[in-house]
C-alpha cells in the first residue's frame, strides 16, 4: 500500500510539473520576454542560485543568458539587469518606466505602501519631492548638516579614547554615529551613547538589517501567502520593523505638543506642519502613517549602511598597512593634528578621497538594487517587459567590472586615481545605485564617510589583533547585504 501510495505520489508530482513547463513555454511564446533558465513549479530557479553568494550566480547566468534575462524567484517572475551599459539605460535612458518598487513583502507587508522606500506612485512622488526638499532646507550637502556631522566626528573619537587602546568590537560605536546623524534630522536630537531608549533602537535597526538575509525571511519574500500564517523569523522581523515606528511615533507626538510652524526645527515638525496645511485634503499623503514610515526608512537607509561601510573600511585598512600609511601621511600633511576634518578638505586629500571610494566599490555593500519594477508594459532592447514584472539591477556588475577597475577582486585605491596622483571619478561607482530612485540620503552619506574616516585616522592608528596577512575581508554572508566578518582591533591615539 505504501509502495502504491508513493508511486501515486511521485506521478502527480510529475504529471503537474510537465503541466506547468507546458503552461510556461506556451506562455512564453511570441511575448518577446528575455531569455532565461526554464522554473520548476513552486521553486522557479531557485536550484540555479547559490544561496552563498547569490551575485556570483547572477553573473554566471548573465555568461549564458546576456545582460538582461528573467528569473523566477518563486513564481514571481524577474528581470536581471547586469552590466553598467543595461543598467545605465534602464534606469536613466528609460527612467521613468522602471520607476516602480519592486515586491519586497517581508518589509512591505509591514509598511503597506507608505513612507519613501517601498512606495509607488503618487505616495512615493509627494513623499520623495518632500523629504529632498526638506533635507536641502535644513542643510544637506550645506554648512549647518556638516557642523552636525563634525559634532558627532568629535563625539565618536571621544567614546574611541574610552576604549584605552584596549581591543574592542567597533561594530556598535561606529553604528551610534550615522543614527544620531538620522536622530539630529528627524527629531533636532542627539542621544548619548549609553541613553536606554537610543540602545533600544539601535539594538531593532541592527538586528533587522542583519536578519534580512536569513533564510526564513528569505522564504517570507517567496512565498508570503504561506508564510505569513507560520511562526518563525519573519514574525519577530515585523515586530521589530513596527517597534521602529512606535519610538518614532513617541518622538512625533512630542513634537506635536511643542510644534510652531512659523519656526520649524527639523524634518518632523516640517511633515507636520505640511499636515496642518493639508488638513481639508481628503486625499492628501501627509498623515502619520507616512511620516513615521519615512522616518524609519532614514533610519534604515542611513544607520547600518553607514556602520558596516566604516567597519569594513577599518578591517581593509588593517589588512592593507601601506595604504593606511600613506592616509595617516596625507592628513598629516594637508589637514594636520589639531584642525577638524572639514568637506573642503576633499579636494586637497585625493587619496583619502580615492580610499573612501575603493572601501565602497570593493565591499559591495548592497550588491543587487532594491528590486524596481516596470509601470507600464516596456520595449527595452529587444524584449517586451510586462507591466508590473520586478527588475533587478545587479549594482556589483558595474563596481566589479574588470574593464572600468582591472583585477576588480584586488582592493586597489588606484582604481580612482589618475597617473598624477588625482582623484578619478567614475561612472560604474554606483554604491547608491542610480537615477530616479538613487537613494535620497546619498549626499549625507557620502559626507558621514569622509569626515568619519578621516576624522578616526587623524587621531587613532589602527592596531590589529593578528598579522594583516591573517585578517579575513570578505563577507560572511553575501545576499541582498555584504555582511562583514567580525573583529577587534585597538585604536591606539596618535
Known sequence: MELLEITTL???????SLVFLFMWKESHKGRGLPPGPTP???????????FK???????????????????????????????????????????????GRGPFPIITDVQKGHGILFSNGE????????????????????????????EEARCLVEELRKTEAQPVDPTFILNCAPCNIICSILFNERFHYDNEMFLSLMDLLGENFRNVNSPWNQMY????????????????????????????????????????????????????SKMEQEKHNPVSEFNLENLVTCGSNLFAAGTETTGITLKFGL??????????????????????????????????????EAVVHEIQRYITLLPSDIPHAVIRDTKFRQYVIPKGTAVLPL??????????????????????????GRFKKSEYFMPFS????????????????????????????????????????????????????????CFIPR
Request: aromatic share 10%; charged share 25%; hydrophobic share 40%.
Open 221 to 272: 519574500n517567496l512565498w508570503p501567502g504561506l508564510i505569513r500564517h507560520l511562526p518563525g523569523e519573519h514574525r519577530t522581523f515585523s515586530k521589530r520593523l513596527h517597534d521602529v515606528k512606535y519610538f518614532i511615533l513617541k518622538k512625533v507626538k512630542e513634537h506635536q505638543e511643542s510644534l510652531d510652524p512659523s519656526n520649524p526645527q527639523d524634518y518632523t515638525d516640517c511633515f507636520l
Open 40 to 50: 520548476l513549479p513552486i521553486i522557479g530557479n531557485l536550484m540555479q542560485l547559490n
Open 10 to 16: 511521485a506521478l502527480t508530482i510529475c504529471v503537474i
Open 395 to 420: 549594482l556589483s556588475s558595474a563596481l566589479l567590472d574588470c574593464k572600468e577597475f582591472p583585477n576588480p577582486e584586488k582592493f586597489d585605491p588606484g582604481h580612482f586615481l589618475d597617473k598624477d
Open 315 to 352: 578591517l581593509l585598512l588593517m589588512k592593507h598597512p601601506e595604504v593606511k600609511a600613506k592616509v595617516h601621511e596625507e592628513i598629516d600633511r594637508v589637514i594636520g593634528r589639531n584642525q577638524s576634518p572639514c568637506m573642503k578638505d576633499k579636494t586637497r586629500l585625493p587619496y583619502t
Open 123 to 150: 505616495t512615493w512622488k509627494q513623499m520623495r519631492r518632500f523629504s529632498l526638499m526638506t533635507l536641502r532646507n535644513f542643510g544637506m550637502g550645506k554648512r549647518s548638516i556638516e557642523e552636525r556631522v563634525q
Open 53 to 99: 553568494d547569490i551575485p556570483a550566480s547572477f553573473s554566471k547566468l548573465a555568461k549564458e543568458y546576456g545582460p538582461v534575462y528573467m528569473l523566477y524567484f518563486g513564481s514571481q517572475p524577474t528581470v536581471v539587469l547586469h552590466g553598467y551599459e543595461v543598467i545605465k539605460e534602464a534606469l536613466i535612458d528609460q527612467g521613468d518606466e522602471f520607476l
Open 434 to 489: 542610480i537615477g530616479k530612485r538613487a537613494c535620497l540620503g546619498e549626499s549625507l552619506a557620502r559626507m558621514e564617510l569622509f569626515l568619519f574616516f578621516t576624522t578616526i585616522l587623524q587621531n587613532f592608528s589602527l592596531k590589529p589583533l593578528v598579522e594583516p596577512e591573517e585578517l579575513e575581508t570578505k563577507p560572511i554572508a553575501s545576499g541582498f547585504i555584504n555582511i562583514p566578518p567580525s573583529f577587534k582591533l
